[in-house]
Nanobody, 124 residues
């Protein structure tokens, strides 16, 4: 059973940085993609970044492109989300996700497994 455990959330001022981590276990992740999503209460879940585990190819929506970077450490089975130039509108619960995919996902469709989420709050 795949388990994903996020860490690294917290409170930061606008313009600051945070790095989220997601420790993954339960299987090998070749032919998998990993992703970060975020959700504000009452709003739909939003894709933030995805990465192909094998190739390292990445995808970002325009809302975070140039500010956020997703990466993975194969030896540690860990996915990271480096968030720079944070804005108050980045405030949300951030979720790590994993699912089988040979490509770099641009939607949530391939993702089957989800972490419990970590709160990120950006103050103005």
């Amino acid at each position: 059973q795949v388990q994903l455990v996020e860490s690294g959330g917290g409170l930061v001022q606008a313009g600051g940085s945070l790095r989220l981590s997601c420790a993954a276990s339960g299987r090998t992740f070749n032919s998998y993609a990993m992703g970060w999503f975020r959700q504000i209460p009452g709003k739909e879940r939003e894709l933030v970044a995805t990465i192909n585990w094998t190739t390292g190819d990445t995808y970002y929506p325009d809302s975070v492109k140039g500010r956020f970077t997703i990466s993975r450490d194969k030896a540690k089975n860990t996915v990271y989300l480096q968030m720079n130039s944070l804005k108050p509108e980045d405030t949300a619960v951030y979720y790590c996700a994993a699912g089988p995919s040979l490509r770099v996902p641009v939607t949530s469709t391939p993702f089957r497994y989800w972490g419990q989420g970590t709160q990120v709050t950006v103050s103005s």
